[in-house]
């Protein structure tokens, strides 16, 4: 079944706005077999809808548009379906009692103009909607079969779930589902973890499986999608890539599903050892406590952090002596691995972690250029700091140390002998 | 000059990639004078697209495209534009002896197959891209101009800015220009700043001027967006429109320009004063240190943090006593009092602030439910809480109460008597 989309609005050609409706519609409608061949990007202009709408009919088996449909835009979408499918705008009574109500609630007037937001195409169905004043519609034609959704985006996703995608599922067409699954690895780079680690999976991909690898500063995901006629067809393709995966790439893929994150990950770790953790953060400046704090639950594991930017801070609060800072420089192995175990000793945990390191884009030197960064473990069984050399971009710099931090601290519970990027442990 | 973007590619037809080249195009060409008026997404299919860019060609001064140009997408922009211009593929020699250089550093063979990258239709000029294998390319016909670009997001800027552009102000055509400018706002929400503080503009506004609020959880940012035949006309027009908001929204405004950040002007008035700030956060979990780490040189001012999530931290690292924690929870005035006591004391600052609350989602009370966050902030001269309740989405409450928590820092270095979102000081 092809599908067009079409959507409407000045905002999206002159780029105040990036066009996610769009994107979202595209994930939604593929996995639920529909084909999505071509989005159009249009004003809200009436010939121009009438126009692009009478092409998309003719070349699609479905087209859904949104936007439109807002008072400020002349319900321009209405209008051209009118004209198009040769049927009168009627007030539809529900709508019209439906928004009354909302503008009693707020305490707005009611002006004759609003009366125009009720009005619908007398040969659509209504797609009625909950979250605001903007209709759906829904239009069965001999040759294709027509959506109309509204602009906002929690407007048009919650009409799209809820009305549209079951009257798509009542027509007929040939369906071709799509499903992605995703693995989740951390402290290791896109290329080595093609290249190296799984290699070379042509054998086991064609025109019904896709693999892709999606960089990012934790490490890298992988992105396994496959087609078919059902989920269970898919599975079964899947499968194969999948097991082969998780057995080449072992201990780097650190969990499964798209919403997987390093920081959730370690947390559940930490929880199922029963364990808690600290932090002494230089470098990244609270990254690594705002990340782990950003998990619902994180009090059980998660006992405190000190953010040290002043070596005063790092002396007083932390317990290193200013003896180790003047000798050895404040980002350096000892301050590091002092660092750890202040944390760990001070706000009482099982495990410190501790970045010490230059963020930049200043500071930097010969010896010890922007990027230089030592990181610090310290549990009762095992004390090492690991050293990196990132880039000269200060937030990259942050994330990327918070994560070795994060992927520290979650291979050396499971007792994963190779520290993330293969970095070499330092001991004191 | 009217223009039309063709973006080609199926991951943006099925969700994986979100169009942002098609924004980062239109807004880019609009400020040029570009009236982009439809963009056309497609696979990369060789019928599909001659058809597209030939309906293109007609309708449009000017055509864009972006992608399909990799050897994976069996070069369809280029044969298309071949074929539908009536002119012969050919090597370009400076493309090719380019692309094989990069491929003998990165030590891959170069194939049969990678010749096909330093193709071009015969009948365009090159856009030599310096920062990829694809070239661009530019061809001004009689009835429209095109462009073509690479899909990769930053080899299409970088080829935008440095070739397409002057290529595109060369050629004649009616320009419109579009200009907009930011005006920051914070602890002010969208309405009241709207509604209450600036009040009605439409006297003030026309076709070429509008005004738009954008909301944030930090208050609002305020878009003032100008049409015009050059920059000194629509600057013209944009200032008493400027001059009136800046005369209304007066000290809600922290800053102006796009990029402008809570923390970053927090800090500008920090350093101006010659004030260093500490925090003590609970709820917040790290969040504020994050942000304030996050501009660079912030080490000038900001001395450290602690996030106290355990009580113990509070007691030990902030100087929080036991009692006060019992008597009154540590979701409490009292406690939050304390808690920006200690972080100016104990880390040795100007200015300590702090927060407790509760996050959510779990925890809450009929008494003190999620969303209730208690602000403290200590200075010399000053010393007061603020209690605000918000939602009951975690990730929210941290960034608005981190949020309130700068701006009272703000404020109060400013002498400002309000507090963000009018909410009253409770003193000891």
């Keep these: 079944m092809e599908c067009h989309i079409i959507s409407i609005g000045n905002e999206l050609l002159i780029g105040d706005t990036v066009n996610t409706n769009a994107s979202w519609l595209g994930q939604r409608l593929t996995e639920s077999g529909v084909d999505v061949t071509q989005v159009h990007t249009i004003r809200d202009e009436l010939n121009t809808m009438k126009s692009v709408l009478q092409t998309a009919l003719q070349q699609a088996d479905l087209v859904i548009t949104t936007g439109g449909l807002g008072p400020t835009h002349d319900d321009i979408t209405k209008k051209a379906i009118a004209e198009l499918l040769g049927c009168e705008l009627v007030v539809d009574q529900d709508i019209l009692s439906f928004i009354k109500n909302i503008f009693e609630k707020r305490g707005i007037p009611f002006s004759k103009s609003n009366y125009h937001q009720a009005e619908v ?117 899947l499968n194969p890539v999948l097991d082969h995966i998780r057995d080449k790439a072992g201990t780097f893929i650190i969990g499964e599903g798209k919403d997987c994150s390093l920081s959730a990950e370690v947390g559940k770790v930490l929880q199922n050892q029963k364990l808690t953790m600290a932090a002494a953060e230089s470098c990244t400046g609270g990254y690594i406590a705002n990340a782990v704090t950003d998990i619902p639950g994180s009090s059980d594991y998660f006992v405190g952090s000190v953010t040290a930017y002043a070596n005063a801070v790092k002396i007083k609060e932390l317990g290193v002596s200013k003896e180790v800072i003047e000798t050895n420089g404040a980002v350096s192995k000892e301050v590091a691995l002092k660092m750890a175990k202040g944390a760990a000793q001070e706000l009482n945990a099982d495990i410190g972690i501790s970045t010490t390191g230059i963020a930049g884009p200043g500071g930097g030197s010969k010896e010890k250029p922007v990027g230089t960064i030592w990181i610090g473990f310290w549990a009762q069984n095992q004390h090492f700091a690991l050293q990196a050399l990132f880039t000269n971009k200060r937030l990259i710099n942050k994330e990327r140390s918070a994560a070795v931090a994060l992927e520290t601290i979650r291979r050396s519970i499971l007792d994963i002998s190779e520290m993330p990027y293969g970095l070499k442990k330092h001991s004191a």
């Design 121 to 237: 195409p007398e040969c659509c169905e209504v797609l009625f909607n909950t979250q605001g004043t903007a209709p759906g519609l829904w239009y069965n034609g001999e040759q294709a079969a027509l959506g109309v959704l509204p602009g906002v985006p929690f407007e048009m996703k919650h009409l799209t779930n809820n009305k549209l995608l079951p009257k798509i599922n009542s027509i007929s067409g040939d369906r071709r589902y799509r499903f992605s699954h995703y693995l989740t690895t951390a402290g290791i780079g896109e290329s080595t973890l093609s290249d190296e680690v799984i290699g070379d999976l042509s054998s086991l991909l064609n025109d019904n499986v896709e693999v892709a690898y999606l960089p990012s500063p934790q490490g890298a995901r992988i992105r396994v999608s496959g087609y078919g006629r059902s989920q269970d067809k898919i599975n079964e393709r």
